[in-house]
């Protein structure tokens, strides 16, 4: 079992930033890739940006050049720094976890952006 925790999202004024957080603990391998994702009322849940513990990347388009994506292994914690932020980047982020023992999700933590 692994165990996510977000922590981070808010309310920000639009062109504004912020930095999601997740701890992961839990019986976790050296591989894995983590990940955000976001979801608005009515939509499917979306692909934001991953990770691997080897610090590849990769982004949607609509974070690229405005979200940064880390990790720092020794504490099994991944960030997501997000600058620029605009109102259609509303919605709750979840963090994403794959590898062994398997794939997990968090709660999810809101980020709203106001116009």
């Known amino acids: 079992q692994v165990q996510l925790v977000e922590s981070g999202g808010g309310l920000v004024q639009a062109g504004g930033s912020l930095r999601l957080s997740c701890a992961a603990s839990g019986s976790i391998f050296s591989i894995n890739t983590m990940g955000w994702y976001r979801q608005v009322p009515g939509k499917q849940r979306e692909f934001v940006a991953t990770i691997t513990t080897s610090f590849t990347t990769m982004y949607a388009d609509s ?42 999700w968090g709660q999810g933590t809101q980020v709203t952006v106001s116009s």
């Open 63 to 104: 974070a690229k050049g405005r979200f940064t994506i880390s990790r720092d292994n020794n504490k099994n914690t991944m960030y997501l720094q997000m600058s620029s932020l605009k109102p259609e980047d509303t919605a709750v982020y979840y963090c994403n976890f794959r590898g062994k023992p398997g794939n997990y």
